[in-house]
């Protein structure tokens, strides 16, 4: 059970717990070991000469409208609400505070909200024509998604490790393409047993099934799956993206002969493949394969 897995983390002190479902603390353990993955995915993408970009766990309110999550995935994503109240509505708050009343409906939403994809915030500055041959960049960032579980491979707060190519439709499949054969490849070296396998995302309500009916049908996303540990079943860890011109539409984007731009994304999920090393080669790192350690530790 994914409950038990949970157990043993949390037991191990490598996750602890926080008291919300999908909330963890991580030891410096199991950081090491996303910093080896962060370190190997980025020696993977050498040949890439990408711009590296960081971006913090928010990003601005017109970002998520215009990139279209809201209306996708409104189940998934959150706001960031503040106070802007004086004194009256301050008494009023440490009053429902004191009372155990609804003292977050007093907040006003701000104008940023929380990161639900490590690429959102880098299209924005990518408005306007861009260079021949396109352009990459190399990004990390810090997500929320809405979803509380036990299952500790589907976490609130997590981070993404992305390649992004934005240019004309030819190179953005084979951007896609390559990501989708290369992940396998550097995940699979990890002596983990991994799968490529055509998916979609989870698109909301009934439009959001023909969403992802056509995503499947177009073989627009691909996922490569493992399990975490040996009781689960398997999970995506890594995905390669196909979007069409969404993003150039949504952020005015052009390719350099001035047609709307076609973007691609790998993305590669650090705690989730955190997760997987741990269920197949055990929760003591220094136990693991020396392959898998030199890999990850050169």
């Given at each position: 059970?994914?409950?038990?897995?949970?157990?043993?983390?949390?037991?191990?002190?490598?996750?602890?717990?926080?008291?919300?479902?999908?909330?963890?603390?991580?030891?410096?353990?199991?950081?090491?070991?996303?910093?080896?993955?962060?370190?190997?995915?980025?020696?993977?993408?050498t040949d890439q000469r990408a711009s590296v970009l960081h971006f913090?766990?928010?990003?601005?309110?017109?970002?998520?409208?215009?990139?279209?999550?809201?209306?996708?995935?409104?189940?998934?994503?959150?706001?960031?609400?503040?106070?802007?109240?004086?004194?009256?509505?301050?008494?009023?708050?440490?009053?429902?505070?004191?009372?155990?009343?609804?003292?977050?409906?007093?907040?006003?939403?701000?104008?940023?909200?929380?990161?639900?994809?490590?690429?959102?915030?880098?299209?924005?500055?990518?408005?306007?024509?861009?260079?021949?041959?396109?352009?990459?960049?190399?990004?990390?960032?810090?997500?929320?998604?809405?979803?509380?579980?036990?299952?500790?491979?589907?976490?609130?707060?997590?981070?993404?490790?992305?390649?992004?190519?934005?240019?004309?439709?030819?190179?953005?499949?084979?951007?896609?393409?390559?990501?989708?054969?290369?992940?396998?490849?550097?995940?699979?070296?990890?002596?983990?047993?991994?799968?490529?396998?055509?998916?979609?995302?989870?698109?909301?309500?009934?439009?959001?099934?023909?969403?992802?009916?056509?995503?499947?049908?177009?073989?627009?996303?691909?996922?490569?799956?493992?399990?975490?540990?040996?009781?689960?079943?398997?999970?995506?860890?890594?995905?390669?993206?196909?979007?069409?011109?969404?993003?150039?539409?949504?952020?005015?984007?052009?390719?350099?002969?001035?047609?709307?731009?076609?973007?691609?994304?790998?993305?590669?999920?650090?705690?989730?493949?955190?997760?997987?090393?741990?269920?197949?080669?055990?929760?003591?790192?220094?136990?693991?394969?020396?392959?898998?350690?030199?890999?990850?530790?050169?």
């Amino acid at each position: 059970m994914t409950t038990d897995f949970r157990s043993e983390l949390l037991a191990s002190g490598l996750l602890v717990d926080t008291g919300v479902d999908g909330l963890y603390g991580r030891s410096g353990t199991f950081e090491k070991v996303v910093r080896g993955v962060d370190d190997l995915v980025t020696s993977a993408g050498t040949d890439q000469r990408a711009s590296v970009l960081h971006f913090p766990a928010v990003i601005a309110r017109h970002v998520l409208e215009r990139s279209g999550y809201l209306r996708s995935f409104p189940d998934l994503l959150g706001s960031v609400s503040v106070f802007e109240g004086g004194d009256d509505l301050h008494a009023e708050l440490l009053e429902r505070l004191a009372r155990g009343g609804n003292w977050a409906g007093l907040l006003t939403p701000s104008d940023v909200a929380l990161c639900s994809a490590a690429c959102h915030p880098l299209y924005p500055s990518c408005s306007g024509r861009l260079p021949a041959g396109g352009h990459r960049f190399e990004v990390f960032g810090h997500c929320f998604r809405h979803e509380p579980s036990l299952d500790p491979a589907r976490m609130q707060a997590f981070r993404m490790h992305e390649f992004v190519y934005l240019g004309d439709p030819d190179g953005a499949v084979a951007h896609r393409d390559l990501w989708l054969e290369r992940s396998a490849d550097l995940l699979s070296g990890l002596g983990l047993a991994v799968d490529a396998v055509i998916a979609n995302d989870p698109f909301f309500g009934r439009a959001g099934q023909m969403l992802a009916s056509s995503q499947r049908a177009e073989t627009l996303k691909y996922e490569i799956v493992c399990v975490t540990n040996p009781d689960s079943q398997p999970t995506a860890i890594s995905s390669s993206n196909y979007h069409l011109d969404h993003f150039g539409i949504g952020f005015k984007i052009e390719s350099a002969n001035g047609d709307v731009a076609h973007t691609a994304c790998v993305g590669f999920g650090v705690e989730r493949i955190t997760l997987a090393l741990l269920g197949t080669h055990g929760l003591d790192p220094g136990t693991w394969p020396s392959g898998v350690r030199s890999r990850l530790w050169p």
